[in-house]
């Protein structure tokens, strides 16, 4: 393996630990609250958690086709003071963090435009990560 191609490794395994410990990630597990009329967010946030885990797992296979060892990473402890508060509360940080997952994966989908394989998986993902960011603002702004 070339070195570039250890370093996109390494970045690729980043992504996929942001990702795959994203604040979305987490929110879908510690069961937010939701007053009544509220469930739908709280549902289309948890759809949105395990539709985003699928690129966890294309990110994974990638490593793995690559032969590389995948760290997966932990949640951020600041995230533990967050249990038990209600969904719109979490909106805000939510739309906040996921801006910083598109800015991060749209950048290596662009460093990895050298590298087919890696190029075309992280484009995807960049496409999807937005299109939840979308999904995110238009859930916020209706809190």
């Known amino acids: 393996m070339q070195m570039?191609?250890?370093v996109a490794s390494a970045q690729i395994n980043n992504l996929l630990i942001e990702i795959g410990r994203s604040l979305l990630q987490y929110v879908s597990q510690i069961w937010p609250w939701s007053a009544?009329?509220?469930e739908e967010t709280r549902l289309r946030i948890e759809w949105l958690a395990a539709d985003q885990s699928q690129d966890v797992a294309a990110l994974a296979q990638l490593l793995t086709a690559r032969?590389?060892?995948i760290d997966?990473?932990?949640f951020p402890t600041e995230y533990t003071s967050l249990h038990y508060v209600a969904v719109n509360f979490l909106l805000g940080a939510l739309v906040r963090h996921q801006e910083?997952?598109?800015r991060d994966?749209?950048?290596l989908a662009r460093e990895a435009e050298h590298d087919p394989e890696a190029g075309i998986t992280l484009k995807e993902i960049a496409v999807r990560e937005r299109g939840r960011l979308d999904e995110l603002r238009r859930l916020a702004s209706g809190a």
Do not use: D, L, S
Request: no cysteine.
């Open 67 to 69: 032969g590389e060892i």
């Open 100 to 102: 910083a997952t598109v």
């Open 105 to 107: 994966a749209e950048n």
């Open 36 to 38: 009544t009329g509220h």
């Open 4 to 6: 570039a191609e250890a």
């Open 72 to 74: 997966f990473g932990t």
